[in-house]
């Protein structure tokens, strides 16, 4: 699934509300094939009484990542900030919090990107408090969440302590990390740009040089420029903010704010902003407020005016493409239209969304309220934002503010998409949000923070089953039946499923292209154990439970069902029982078991021991065994002791005494077998074998010419295990002529 994923980026001092990203809800159509609209079912406010959205927020399959800025009204600061995360059906979780440089400053988040497994945050703070394990984790202004592990780390080994924030970020696909910003109220410094390895070497980019003459530092006239946005496209890194050049090898490029970096020069993009962006004085200062690429078109947002308002297109080389401006019609108390500002651009599937500061876009004929879609052209998204209450200073329906946008696909076929938009309050302070929208301009007033745009034309149908789950030390995977091309969002819980208060969090995502795929869980250890469900919407599977990494015993000797046969001329037999015992936790013990009896134990993991005297029968054998945190496995064969078969000669008689030099012996024997059958009597004159007796029921006889001598005639009864008896007679032929005759002997026939 290929998802373009926009990098967001602000400056300190633009604190905003966030737009998240989400794979949930349903609306009603605006234009053909496509059902869009407002979703109620929004992420809303932020888990704390007075916290509020304090910078952009990205996410990944159906979960929302972003910054809490949390008043606490402390002598020493104003708030702290949190990393949280939400989820449609889990709600908000936080992920850890960011640690300020000095208890009598407060940090800022000012840039969030998301890139192949890892969130990255931007801005000024010294390190991350992580919630998981309450371990504080130094990273000095830009750190980065692993969402498989949960586990923050430092992105930028610095040389030494860097003296500029970074306010812009920007992550390509091999994991570099690109950083802009700047040395607030500091005319003597440049613009600060630098890129960070994988392997988290800083390398320190080619200059950009002074700002815009003017108010261009937030009420500093004169102040140094800042680096406000980035957005990386395949070779080429696209940055904005304030400055007027670049400085290559070659000399100096005039910038006009806006730059590209294509590997080895930098190259100057249109021109970005002339004057002031409001036409009156007293104004925000210009200011690029964020950048993306779509469809071989680089599109700018921002305060802004001259050749473009608010809102600017580029070609990949440079040259600026027409688009009409961005306007605010009567509000901040003024008695004639002002200049309207982009504030933040989305990408997905082909498509562009924009928020901001705006009520119109001229030579259109239609109200654009805050938010707008660019797909080949620009078109409105419902209603747009709105002010929902009177409590606002300018009245009910008066249009909001998107100041932060983002978007993401719906499914795996790319077909549907989600926006996430979040407003802020121009009539209050930096730090005032919305918390009451009318997105479709009804007087129906959704509260919260965030809300989202749904396209549902290509929902996922039909339910979703798991199967066939393999559990290994390290790793937990199972088979997802779903409609086919359908995405669905992975959850776990350490709770009991049948819990209604169980907390759902998500472990990931899986595509079903062709209605089946497997997920595995490399988060797992032999101490897991877990539930996992999948589902969208909140349409769930059963749950598949993920147990613990119990020990494993394997037995060696004896095979299952074995016969063992007891020495010859015994009726018992020693059983000798050996194996080896697996545990991934750490062995302790293992326990010997004869017919559920306890016989022995070992605290070797390989093991053998020998059951002594052991009756004919059938029994089990059993080894249980116990790793260090208490788990028990065990594994049993069933084993034989063979009762083995009797055998009497019945005739000769021992002792038996022939007359003559040779004469006919019939022997006969009687052999039974009470636990199976007889297999064969065979019969021997000393050690030489004579042959196999006949047969007729447990009798077997067998005639042979003996001559002068003594014969030791032995019988050898053989059952179906294999197990033998023997009987032995000695007769004695005594030689003589004739026919010969028997002395003290039966008849010989």
Known sequence: MKLDRNVWSRSVRALGLAVLLSPFGAGAQIFPTVLSGWDTNAPGDLPSANGYVAGPLVARDGALYGIEQVEINSPSRRWWLDVERWTHCGGWQPLGSVLPYDPYFDPAVTSTAIRGNYLYIAGSFSGISDYNNNIQVGATNVAKLDLTTGQWSPVANWSSAPDWIVSALAVDDNGTVYLGGGIPNNATSHVKLAKVLPDGSVIAMNTLGSSETGDSGGGNPGAVGVVTAMAVDGPNLYVGGRFTTATNAAGIVVSHNFVKWDGSQWI???????????????????????????????FVAGQFDGNACGIAMFNTNGAQLPVARLTRAFDDGMTFPRNGVGDSLAVCNGKVFLGGDFDSFDAMGIRYNGVMEWNGGWQPMGAGVRHGTSSEPYGPGDAGIGRWIAADSLNANNASDVVYVGGVNPGGSDYSFYTDFDFAGDGAVMNGQITRWMETNDLPQGAVSISNPVRSANAFSFNVSAPPGSYWMVYSTFDSPTNPAATWNLVGAVTAWNGSATFTDHTVTPFYDNYYRVGNFCDWSDSIHCTNMLPTVSITKPTNNQVIIP???????????TGTVSAPVGFSQVYYYLDGGYW????????????????????????????????QGSASVNVIVDNPPTIQITSPRDGASYSGSSVKIIISTTATDTDGTIASVKFYDGATYLGIGNKSGNTYTFGRIFYTGTHVIKAVATDNNGATATSTVTVYVTGGGGGGGVTNGPPVT
Do not use: K, W
């Open 567 to 577: 020495a010859a001329g015994a009726n018992t037999a020693n059983i000798l029982f």
């Open 268 to 298: 100057a993009m249109g021109t970005i902003g002339i004057t002031n962006l409001y036409d009156y004085p007293g104004s925000r200062d210009l200011e690029i407020h964020s950048i993306t690429v779509c469809r071989s078109n680089v």
């Open 600 to 631: 022995g134990g070992g605290s070797s993991p390989s093991f053998s021991y020998t059951f002594p005297n052991i009756y004919p029968g059938q029994h089990t054998v059993e080894a249980l065994a116990y790793d260090v945190a208490g788990n």
